[in-house]
């Protein structure tokens, strides 16, 4: 069996030797010259002389290599993407809308006042608007039904903190 430092030690031997051999790939690709590949070439078609000379060809910088190609796909175009103008009837309005009356009774009246909604036939949005309870319609809905409220404390439905929040707010019928 192996001591810890013996363990230790074979492990740095694993690691450096690891980094040789990357450092090892890395030069040997870096310096083997890179086979290029021959265009085949095709014979252009005779050409009239033409009346304005051709301009000459540019040249290269000497410090230009081209001998290590990245390989790199080549990049395509993205299809442009045309976006709606917007309307000449389209206006910002000069003063924000004016708060729902409805919604502003129901946000600040005492929860007594507030429609009932029964457990066992509100819907998943009904649930989920419950002042103070959050998305709790999906776990209602999966243990109805419901003989009382209270039911919701006994199956384990809601916490005890959510369930006085919203007790005044639901029903069962």
Excluded: C
């Excluded at 809308?97 to 007594?112: G, M």
């Excluded at 029964?118 to 243990?143: F, P």
């Amino acid at each position: 069996m192996l001591s810890g430092s013996a363990i230790v030690r074979v492990s740095v031997l694993l690691v450096v030797a690891g980094v040789l051999a990357a450092l090892a790939q890395f030069l040997w690709i870096r310096s083997a010259p890179q086979p290029v590949a021959e265009v085949p070439t095709v014979a252009a078609p005779r050409k009239e002389p033409s009346p304005e000379p051709e301009p000459p060809a540019r040249a290269l910088p000497p410090e230009a290599d081209f001998s290590v190609r990245p390989s790199v796909p080549p990049v395509q175009a993205a299809p442009a993407i045309r976006e709606a103008a917007p309307s000449a009837q389209a206006t910002i309005p000069a003063s924000p809308p004016a708060p729902d009356p409805a919604a502003a009774a129901q946000e600040s009246a005492d929860p007594r006042a507030v429609a009932l909604v029964d457990l066992n036939t509100a819907t998943l949005t009904q649930l989920n608007g419950l002042r103070g309870g959050g998305n709790i319609g999906r776990a209602i809905i999966q243990k109805r039904p419901y003989g009382s409220v209270d039911q919701l404390l006994a199956k384990r439905v809601l916490s005890r903190a959510t369930y006085e929040r919203i007790k005044d707010q639901v029903t069962v019928q």
